[in-house]
């Protein structure tokens, strides 16, 4: 089945720092989805998109979908304290019309103040 | 407006018992998804359904695994004769009809199975 490889797996910055994720696969998404999860929780909703090459701007999270339909990225630009989680892509494979979402491992991000 | 609920939180079951995680929709929303996530991993798909039909089991375990969306109450998915293995978080999300952007997907906090 389809697979997502995102990296990198951790990071830990300083407040103020930006930061950039990213998701890969070798299979096409229609679908590319940006989530936060918090522990003891499900996860959240950052950004959707749903065309390639598109940029979409959440505040100070910007995300983009790949040209070829295989990759994304996450930036999240003046990190703050609250911004720790695990951030994780999602994509839903062409050829699907329900919400049958492919996730990757996950980014675990901590902020030092 | 309350959002998906699941119930329960957490839920301990000794090897061989049975566990009953359920997941009540929301508001206006009938299609259901159950997602299982491993520790330190992703969500991966379990099972899709509407009210009382199972759309898309292909992420289900063969055996020991059963998910049910009835006509009336919350879905429920039904774990038979847990093994150690069996211990993750299971989240379910919910969205009003099917081809619904992933925008309006909704999922809830999960229950937290321990197998001892």
């Known amino acids: 089945g389809q697979q997502l490889n995102q990296s990198p797996q951790s990071m830990f910055i300083q407040e103020g720092e930006d930061v950039s994720m990213n998701c890969t696969s070798s299979s096409i998404f229609n679908t590319w989805l940006w989530y936060k999860q918090e522990p003891g929780e499900g996860p959240v909703l950052l950004i959707a998109l749903y065309k390639a090459g598109e940029l979409t701007s959440n505040g100070r999270l910007t995300a983009q979908f790949g040209i070829t339909r295989k990759d994304s990225f996450l930036n999240i630009s003046a990190s703050i304290p609250s911004d720790v989680g695990i951030y994780f892509c999602?994509?839903?494979?062409?050829?699907?019309?329900?919400?049958?979402?492919?996730f990757g491992q996950g980014t675990i991000l901590t902020v030092h103040p | 407006n309350a959002g998906v609920m699941q119930n329960p939180r957490h839920l301990v079951r000794r090897r061989g018992q049975e566990a009953r995680l359920r997941c009540s929709p929301m508001k206006g929303h009938s299609h259901v998804y159950w997602y299982r996530q491993l520790p330190e991993e992703g969500l991966k798909f379990m099972v899709y359904l509407q009210k009382e039909n199972i759309i898309d089991e292909s992420g289900m375990p063969k055996e020991r695994f059963s998910a049910e969306f009835p006509k009336e109450g919350p879905s429920i998915l039904r774990i038979q004769q847990v093994v150690r293995g069996d211990s993750a978080a299971y989240f379910c999300?919910?969205?009003?009809?099917?081809?619904?952007?992933?925008?309006?997907?909704?999922f809830g906090s999960g229950t937290r199975l321990t197998v001892v």
């Open positions: 999300a919910s969205s009003p009809q099917d081809g619904t952007p992933a925008c309006c997907y909704t």
């Open positions: 999602a994509g839903i494979p062409g050829g699907t019309s329900y919400g049958k979402l492919t």
